[in-house]
């Protein structure tokens, strides 16, 4: 029954991670997109850490010799699918999924509202409800949306290579069942503090540079833990100085882990992105789980330097084929892997923004990028 509620979870899981990152993307305010994106990232961490500290307090306390050590926190869990499924129903729909669906009025009403405040002569609605019309029109014309879609455009070919490969890239000696536990909480409360940091960046640095970063941090954290994980093993884990480094060395991965990946579909093949993305994660989380135990058993500390060279060609593969996404609109994105741009059919942008209020700023950004 266990195996089987793991199962469901799961399940359950794989459909709301692939709903909610396409929702929130699409309902942030352009400015902020970015932002909340990566601290929507960064509540993954914040429920593992939750979950490291109560098995923590549950493996320690007194009742670490009865069942409820692991039913209690198994029962916690429901807690955050009652709050998400409570709050969903107060979440407004995608204003691009009511264009696509016919329903541009209430698209229209939800960014007077959210986007607008309220100012149906804003420039920034003008803008938005041009760029999806014309770009939500345009895959309608060539009657996109099947998964064979994938394959029938160079663009499309070159995006599911990004999607399925950064699906991989991101899943790439302690005894003391305490002290793995204070570890494992550790690791999730930098994890939730650099996820948080991190976003602050994407939009100043743009996420490209950021990957690489991250790349090349987690290289350097990596080849040091095995270093120090070989001369460990080589006096028989006799140092405990040794030790606490290899500790930060774990830390410090996971802090250049925890940085955001970039969107690059379509609106018609943004929510089949998510599963090919979760595809390529899972793929990666069943070759860890059931491979690389058996290649530390076999290999011990050299089996690190298998994932150094992983590390390294994941840093490759990013710089050569990875593309810039800074102040990109979503529908921007697109005319980066398809090679072509929407004809928006706005009003000279000069003189529309010269009186812009300075939340719409971005705009003329946008319009330097985009000449």
Same mark, same amino acid.
């Given at each position: 029954?266990?195996?089987?509620?793991?199962?469901?979870?799961?399940?359950?899981? #794989?459909?709301?991670?692939?709903?909610?990152?396409?929702?929130?993307?699409?309902?942030?305010?352009?400015?902020?997109?970015?932002?909340?994106? #990566?601290?929507? %990232?960064?509540?993954?961490?914040?429920?593992?850490?939750?979950? *490291?500290?109560?098995?923590? *307090?549950?493996?320690?306390?007194?009742?670490?010799?009865?069942?409820?050590?692991?039913?209690?926190?198994?029962?916690?869990? *429901?807690?955050?699918?009652?709050?998400?499924?409570?709050?969903?129903? +107060?979440?407004?729909?995608?204003?691009?999924?009511?264009?696509?669906?016919?329903?541009? !009025?209430? *698209?229209?009403?939800?960014?007077?509202?959210?986007?607008?405040?309220?100012?149906?002569?804003?420039?920034?609605?003008?803008?938005?409800?041009? !760029?999806?019309?014309?770009?939500?029109?345009?895959?309608?014309?060539?009657?996109?949306?099947?998964?064979?879609?994938?394959?029938?455009?160079?663009?499309?070919?070159?995006?599911?290579?990004?999607?399925?490969?950064? #699906?991989?890239?991101?899943?790439?000696?302690?005894?003391?069942?305490?002290?793995?536990?204070?570890?494992? #909480?550790?690791?999730?409360?930098?994890?939730?503090?650099?996820?948080?940091?991190?976003?602050?960046?994407?939009?100043?640095?743009?996420?490209?540079?950021?990957?690489?970063?991250?790349?090349?941090?987690?290289?350097?954290?990596?080849?040091?833990?095995?270093?120090?994980?070989?001369?460990?093993?080589?006096?028989?884990?006799?140092? @405990?100085?040794?030790?606490?480094?290899?500790?930060?060395?774990?830390?410090?991965?996971?802090?250049?882990?925890?940085?955001?990946?970039? @969107?690059?579909?379509?609106?018609?093949?943004?929510? &089949?992105?998510?599963?090919?993305?979760?595809?390529?994660?899972?793929?990666?989380?069943?070759?860890?789980?059931?491979?690389?135990?058996?290649?530390?058993?076999?290999?011990?500390?050299?089996?690190?330097?298998?994932?150094?060279?992983?590390?390294?060609?994941?840093?490759?593969?990013?710089?050569?084929?990875?593309? &810039?996404?800074?102040?990109?609109?979503?529908?921007?994105?697109?005319?980066?892997?398809?090679?072509? &741009?929407?004809?928006?059919?706005?009003?000279?942008?000069? %003189?529309? +923004?010269?009186?812009?209020?300075?939340?719409?700023?971005?705009?003329?950004?946008?319009? &330097?990028?985009?000449?």
């Amino acid at each position: 029954m266990f195996v089987i509620g793991r199962v469901l979870i799961g399940f359950g899981n #794989g459909i709301q991670i692939t709903a909610y990152p396409v929702l929130v993307a699409e309902l942030a305010y352009p400015t902020q997109r970015t932002h909340i994106t #990566g601290f929507m %990232n960064t509540t993954g961490s914040l429920g593992s850490l939750m979950a *490291a500290w109560i098995t923590f *307090a549950t493996g320690t306390a007194a009742i670490s010799l009865t069942t409820w050590s692991w039913r209690l926190p198994s029962l916690l869990q *429901a807690v955050s699918s009652l709050l998400q499924l409570t709050l969903s129903f +107060f979440v407004p729909e995608s204003p691009r999924w009511l264009v696509y669906n016919n329903r541009r !009025e209430e *698209a229209y009403r939800l960014l007077v509202k959210y986007y607008a405040e309220g100012n149906e002569s804003s420039p920034l609605l003008q803008f938005e409800m041009a !760029e999806i019309d014309n770009a939500l029109e345009a895959e309608k014309a060539q009657s996109l949306g099947t998964w064979m879609e994938w394959f029938r455009t160079r663009g499309n070919r070159y995006r599911i290579f990004i999607v399925l490969t950064s #699906g991989f890239i991101i899943q790439c000696g302690i005894t003391d069942a305490k002290t793995q536990l204070l570890i494992n #909480g550790g690791t999730n409360i930098s994890g939730v503090c650099f996820g948080i940091f991190w976003s602050f960046f994407i939009e100043r640095m743009g996420r490209r540079p950021l990957c690489l970063i991250g790349m090349a941090g987690m290289f350097v954290a990596f080849l040091l833990l095995t270093i120090l994980t070989s001369v460990n093993q080589s006096i028989g884990y006799s140092n @405990h100085a040794i030790s606490g480094a290899t500790v930060a060395m774990i830390f410090i991965f996971g802090a250049f882990y925890k940085i955001a990946w970039p @969107h690059v579909s379509p609106y018609n093949l943004r929510a &089949k992105a998510f599963v090919v993305n979760g595809f390529g994660d899972a793929a990666a989380n069943v070759f860890s789980s059931f491979v690389n135990p058996i290649a530390l058993a076999a290999l011990g500390w050299k089996y690190y330097i298998v994932w150094c060279c992983v590390l390294v060609s994941n840093f490759t593969l990013i710089y050569l084929f990875f593309p &810039k996404t800074k102040r990109l609109s979503l529908e921007e994105v697109a005319e980066k892997f398809d090679g072509t &741009k929407l004809d928006l059919k706005m009003m000279d942008e000069e %003189n529309a +923004f010269a009186n812009a209020p300075p939340r719409e700023v971005y705009i003329l950004e946008k319009s &330097k990028v985009m000449d």
